[in-house]
Protein backbone atom coordinates (compact mmCIF):
# COMPACT_ATOMS: atom_id res chain seq x y z
CA UNK A 1 0.00 0.00 0.00
CA UNK A 2 0.94 3.32 -0.62
CA UNK A 3 -0.15 6.51 0.72
CA UNK A 4 0.66 9.75 -1.11
CA UNK A 5 0.67 13.15 -0.38
CA UNK A 6 3.65 15.79 -0.25
CA UNK A 7 6.59 14.42 2.01
CA UNK A 8 5.03 12.09 2.69
CA UNK A 9 3.68 8.60 2.31
CA UNK A 10 2.55 5.13 4.43
CA UNK A 11 3.38 1.96 2.21
CA UNK A 12 2.26 -1.82 3.12
CA UNK A 13 5.16 -4.66 3.18
CA UNK A 14 3.24 -8.17 3.43
CA UNK A 15 6.55 -8.97 5.33
CA UNK A 16 7.11 -5.83 7.66
CA UNK A 17 2.88 -4.40 8.13
CA UNK A 18 2.12 -0.52 7.56
CA UNK A 19 5.48 1.99 7.35
CA UNK A 20 5.36 5.48 7.69
CA UNK A 21 7.99 7.89 6.23
CA UNK A 22 8.09 11.39 6.76
CA UNK A 23 9.91 14.58 6.08
CA UNK A 24 8.10 17.74 7.22
CA UNK A 25 10.80 19.96 4.94
CA UNK A 26 9.00 18.00 1.72
CA UNK A 27 5.76 20.42 2.60
CA UNK A 28 7.70 22.60 0.50
CA UNK A 29 6.36 20.72 -2.58
CA UNK A 30 5.23 22.54 -4.91
CA UNK A 31 2.14 20.18 -5.88
CA UNK A 32 0.33 17.29 -4.16
CA UNK A 33 1.98 13.92 -5.06
CA UNK A 34 4.63 15.25 -7.02
CA UNK A 35 7.16 13.34 -5.23
CA UNK A 36 8.09 11.44 -2.11
CA UNK A 37 10.75 11.69 0.68
CA UNK A 38 12.32 8.59 2.61
CA UNK A 39 13.59 9.39 5.91
CA UNK A 40 13.71 6.75 9.04
CA UNK A 41 10.20 5.16 9.03
CA UNK A 42 7.54 4.13 11.82
CA UNK A 43 6.59 0.77 12.21
CA UNK A 44 3.43 -0.14 12.77
CA UNK A 45 1.24 -3.59 12.84
CA UNK A 46 -0.29 -5.03 9.89
CA UNK A 47 -3.14 -4.93 11.43
CA UNK A 48 -3.13 -1.68 12.43
CA UNK A 49 -6.49 0.21 11.65
CA UNK A 50 -6.91 3.22 9.44
CA UNK A 51 -7.59 5.57 12.44
CA UNK A 52 -3.71 4.76 13.93
CA UNK A 53 -2.29 5.42 10.79
CA UNK A 54 -4.15 8.68 9.99
CA UNK A 55 -3.45 9.65 13.48
CA UNK A 56 0.45 8.84 12.83
CA UNK A 57 0.64 11.15 9.58
CA UNK A 58 -0.71 14.09 11.67
CA UNK A 59 1.62 13.36 13.88
CA UNK A 60 4.13 13.41 11.81
CA UNK A 61 3.02 16.69 9.99
CA UNK A 62 2.40 18.13 13.33
CA UNK A 63 -0.94 18.85 12.18
CA UNK A 64 -3.77 19.93 15.07
CA UNK A 65 -7.07 20.87 12.89
CA UNK A 66 -7.28 17.19 11.56
CA UNK A 67 -10.78 17.11 11.83
CA UNK A 68 -10.70 18.83 7.89
CA UNK A 69 -8.50 15.39 6.23
CA UNK A 70 -8.97 11.94 6.01
CA UNK A 71 -6.96 9.13 4.04
CA UNK A 72 -9.07 7.00 1.03
CA UNK A 73 -8.47 4.17 -0.18
CA UNK A 74 -8.07 4.49 -4.72
CA UNK A 75 -8.24 0.97 -6.56
CA UNK A 76 -6.31 0.18 -9.24
CA UNK A 77 -8.97 1.48 -11.58
CA UNK A 78 -9.03 4.86 -9.68
CA UNK A 79 -12.37 4.34 -8.34
CA UNK A 80 -12.78 5.41 -4.82
CA UNK A 81 -14.38 2.72 -2.72
CA UNK A 82 -15.14 1.91 0.96
CA UNK A 83 -13.94 -1.66 1.55
CA UNK A 84 -10.41 -2.58 1.22
CA UNK A 85 -9.07 -5.51 -1.24
CA UNK A 86 -8.13 -8.70 0.64
CA UNK A 87 -4.36 -8.82 -0.89
CA UNK A 88 -1.95 -5.91 -1.21
CA UNK A 89 -0.74 -3.27 -3.10
CA UNK A 90 -3.69 -1.16 -1.58
CA UNK A 91 -3.14 2.98 -2.28
CA UNK A 92 -4.40 5.78 0.20
CA UNK A 93 -4.88 9.17 -0.82
CA UNK A 94 -4.42 11.95 2.01
CA UNK A 95 -7.29 13.95 1.15
CA UNK A 96 -9.40 17.23 2.68
CA UNK A 97 -12.39 15.66 3.90
CA UNK A 98 -14.46 18.54 5.16
CA UNK A 99 -13.73 21.82 3.21
CA UNK A 100 -13.59 24.72 5.54
CA UNK A 101 -16.42 27.13 4.70
CA UNK A 102 -13.70 29.93 5.42
CA UNK A 103 -10.40 28.53 4.97
CA UNK A 104 -8.70 31.71 5.57
CA UNK A 105 -10.01 31.40 8.68
CA UNK A 106 -7.73 28.10 10.16
CA UNK A 107 -6.13 28.81 12.87
CA UNK A 108 -2.72 26.64 11.89
CA UNK A 109 -0.63 27.89 8.36
CA UNK A 110 0.30 24.13 8.35
CA UNK A 111 -3.60 23.34 7.74
CA UNK A 112 -4.51 26.27 5.11
CA UNK A 113 -1.26 25.02 3.27
CA UNK A 114 -2.43 21.23 2.94
CA UNK A 115 -5.92 23.13 2.14
CA UNK A 116 -4.37 25.03 -0.43
CA UNK A 117 -2.76 22.21 -2.05
CA UNK A 118 -6.06 20.29 -2.14
CA UNK A 119 -7.78 23.09 -3.95
CA UNK A 120 -4.96 23.40 -6.36
CA UNK A 121 -5.40 19.53 -7.24
CA UNK A 122 -9.03 19.92 -7.38
CA UNK A 123 -8.38 22.73 -10.21
CA UNK A 124 -5.65 20.60 -11.74
CA UNK A 125 -8.44 17.73 -11.93
CA UNK A 126 -11.05 19.77 -13.37
CA UNK A 127 -13.59 19.76 -10.22
CA UNK A 128 -13.14 23.21 -9.20
CA UNK A 129 -14.89 24.82 -12.46
CA UNK A 130 -14.69 28.52 -13.34
CA UNK A 131 -15.32 30.72 -15.70
CA UNK A 132 -11.66 32.12 -17.31
CA UNK A 133 -10.88 35.29 -15.21
CA UNK A 134 -11.19 33.23 -12.45
CA UNK A 135 -9.39 30.53 -13.04
CA UNK A 136 -6.40 32.80 -14.59
CA UNK A 137 -6.50 34.69 -11.15
CA UNK A 138 -6.21 31.30 -9.47
CA UNK A 139 -3.28 30.20 -11.40
CA UNK A 140 -1.62 33.59 -11.09
CA UNK A 141 -1.78 33.54 -7.65
CA UNK A 142 -0.25 29.72 -7.46
CA UNK A 143 2.77 31.48 -9.93
CA UNK A 144 3.32 34.34 -7.40
CA UNK A 145 3.10 31.60 -4.29
CA UNK A 146 5.67 29.33 -6.00
CA UNK A 147 8.24 31.21 -7.78
CA UNK A 148 7.60 35.11 -6.31
CA UNK A 149 7.73 38.16 -8.02
CA UNK A 150 8.03 38.38 -11.87
CA UNK A 151 11.99 39.02 -13.12
CA UNK A 152 12.43 39.03 -16.46
CA UNK A 153 15.81 37.72 -16.39
CA UNK A 154 14.61 34.71 -14.81
CA UNK A 155 11.00 34.48 -16.98
CA UNK A 156 11.50 34.60 -20.35
CA UNK A 157 8.41 34.67 -23.12
CA UNK A 158 6.09 32.01 -22.38
CA UNK A 159 7.41 30.95 -18.94
CA UNK A 160 3.68 30.19 -17.42
CA UNK A 161 3.15 27.82 -19.96
CA UNK A 162 5.53 25.51 -17.87
CA UNK A 163 3.34 24.91 -14.78
CA UNK A 164 0.16 22.57 -15.18
CA UNK A 165 -2.92 24.05 -13.86
CA UNK A 166 -6.03 22.79 -15.10
CA UNK A 167 -6.42 19.56 -17.54
CA UNK A 168 -5.54 21.76 -20.56
CA UNK A 169 -5.66 25.50 -21.38
CA UNK A 170 -5.24 27.85 -24.62
CA UNK A 171 -2.15 30.09 -25.07
CA UNK A 172 -4.31 32.92 -24.78
CA UNK A 173 -5.54 31.98 -20.95
CA UNK A 174 -1.45 31.29 -20.14
CA UNK A 175 -0.86 35.07 -21.68
CA UNK A 176 -4.00 36.21 -19.34
CA UNK A 177 -1.90 34.00 -16.18
CA UNK A 178 1.32 35.76 -16.95
CA UNK A 179 -0.12 39.21 -17.33
CA UNK A 180 -1.74 39.05 -13.81
CA UNK A 181 1.16 37.79 -12.37
CA UNK A 182 3.46 40.46 -13.91
CA UNK A 183 1.40 43.17 -13.19
CA UNK A 184 -0.91 42.76 -10.42
CA UNK A 185 0.63 40.39 -7.63
CA UNK A 186 4.64 41.81 -7.06
CA UNK A 187 5.34 42.09 -3.57
CA UNK A 188 2.97 38.98 -2.32
CA UNK A 189 4.70 36.52 -0.11
CA UNK A 190 3.93 32.50 -0.88
CA UNK A 191 1.78 32.51 2.37
CA UNK A 192 -0.20 35.92 0.93
CA UNK A 193 -0.78 34.44 -2.37
CA UNK A 194 -1.92 31.18 -0.86
CA UNK A 195 -4.15 33.20 1.44
CA UNK A 196 -5.71 34.90 -1.49
CA UNK A 197 -5.99 32.06 -3.80
CA UNK A 198 -8.26 30.16 -0.88
CA UNK A 199 -10.20 33.48 0.04
CA UNK A 200 -11.42 33.34 -4.25
CA UNK A 201 -12.23 29.83 -4.47
CA UNK A 202 -14.62 29.77 -1.52
CA UNK A 203 -16.00 31.98 -3.49
CA UNK A 204 -16.90 29.63 -6.21
CA UNK A 205 -20.03 27.56 -6.97
CA UNK A 206 -17.92 24.20 -7.04
CA UNK A 207 -15.50 24.75 -4.13
CA UNK A 208 -15.28 21.89 -1.91
CA UNK A 209 -17.08 20.07 -4.63
CA UNK A 210 -16.76 15.77 -4.48
CA UNK A 211 -19.12 14.56 -7.35
CA UNK A 212 -20.58 11.23 -7.32
CA UNK A 213 -21.62 9.97 -10.43
CA UNK A 214 -25.19 9.22 -10.62
CA UNK A 215 -28.73 9.03 -13.25
CA UNK A 216 -31.79 11.39 -12.73
CA UNK A 217 -35.10 10.25 -13.18
CA UNK A 218 -34.75 10.21 -16.60
CA UNK A 219 -31.64 8.26 -17.15
CA UNK A 220 -29.30 10.96 -17.44
CA UNK A 221 -26.26 11.37 -16.55
CA UNK A 222 -25.66 13.72 -13.37
CA UNK A 223 -23.45 13.98 -10.48
CA UNK A 224 -24.21 14.53 -7.07
CA UNK A 225 -22.10 16.28 -4.48
CA UNK A 226 -21.94 17.14 -0.75
CA UNK A 227 -20.54 20.75 -0.36
CA UNK A 228 -19.66 23.23 2.72
CA UNK A 229 -22.81 25.04 1.77
CA UNK A 230 -25.13 22.24 1.12
CA UNK A 231 -26.09 19.51 -1.56
CA UNK A 232 -25.68 19.83 -5.08
CA UNK A 233 -26.74 17.98 -8.31
CA UNK A 234 -24.60 18.94 -11.51
CA UNK A 235 -25.38 18.25 -15.18
CA UNK A 236 -21.82 18.78 -17.37
CA UNK A 237 -20.21 21.58 -15.71
CA UNK A 238 -23.82 23.65 -14.58
CA UNK A 239 -25.37 23.21 -11.34
CA UNK A 240 -29.02 22.18 -11.39
CA UNK A 241 -30.53 21.67 -7.92
CA UNK A 242 -29.02 23.28 -4.51
CA UNK A 243 -30.39 22.22 -0.64
CA UNK A 244 -28.68 24.55 1.41
CA UNK A 245 -27.97 23.28 4.85
Not at 212 to 230: E, Q, Y
Amino acid sequence: MLLKYPGCFIAFRPCLGWLLFCSTQALTALSPCSHRTLCPGSFTSRDAKGQYLFDLLCHHLNLLEKDYFGIRFVDPDKQRVRVLPAQPPFTMCFRVKFYPTDPAALKEEITRYLVFLQIKRDLYHGRLLCKTSDAALLAAYILQAEIGDYDPGKHPEGYSSKFQFFPKHSEKLERKIAEIHKSELSGQTPATSELNFLRKAQTLETYGVDPHPCKDVSGNAAFLAFTPFGFVVLQGNKRVHFIKW
